[in-house]
């Protein structure tokens, strides 16, 4: 078998590096393109709202400039971002992951809303939650069912929730959506309001 050597140009990176520049824009997924980036292997792993989801649950939320969002198991921070940038809202990320946590943190500075939004290292089902006007989950069936008496009891009257994907046992939501993402899967969304 013959080896052939390969012998690189002075100019070879002004080729290279613009291919690998397109492959790597094409492979991007639907959130990096609406600006998040795509997060490295090493912070683990997470099942992200897809970002047209995450848009359309701060839609059925309602959320205005005034609001403060909670995101109860946040990941890379994109619920609260978007809220930041798109309403001007206030926002807090709850993540027990502390990578994510970092990430989260570089995204909001890259996308200059540090001043709007900030992420916590804290377990969803003990953080406290008093302060939101808006509160929005994916978690688990499990999770939210422990969640339910917590968000019921520190959430004011007019408060809302918003779960992608799971409900609360026998607390019946004010509105149920089924929403479909770019790649064509469904996903389920729920909204409560505390005190209706």
Not at 129 to 157: D, G, I, Y
Not at 174 to 188: G, I, L, P, S
């Amino acid at each position: 078998m013959k080896v052939r050597k390969i012998v690189l140009t002075p100019g070879w990176r002004r080729v290279v590096v613009p291919i690998v520049w397109v492959v790597a824009t094409l492979a991007m997924s639907d959130g990096a393109r609406a600006g998040f980036q795509t997060p490295t292997p090493n912070l683990g792993r997470f099942d992200p709202s897809p970002i047209e989801v995450a848009e359309r649950m701060l839609q059925l939320a309602d959320v205005i400039r005034d609001d403060v969002v909670y995101d109860l198991g946040s990941g890379d921070g994109r619920i609260v971002i978007l809220a930041a940038r798109r309403y001007g809202a206030r926002g807090v990320g709850v993540e027990i992951d502390p990578k994510l946590v970092w990430f989260s943190r570089q995204e909001a500075k890259r996308h200059q809303v540090e001043h709007l939004v900030s992420f916590r290292h804290a377990d969803a089902l003990t953080a406290a939650v008093s302060a939101a006007t808006v509160v929005t989950v994916f978690l688990t069936p499990e999770a939210n069912l422990l969640l339910r008496p917590k968000l019921q009891r520190e959430l004011r009257p007019g408060a809302r929730v918003v779960s992608h994907e799971h409900h609360m046992g026998d607390w019946p939501p004010q509105r149920v959506e089924r929403v479909m993402a770019k790649n064509r899967t469904f996903h389920t969304l729920y909204l409560w309001r505390i005190g209706s």
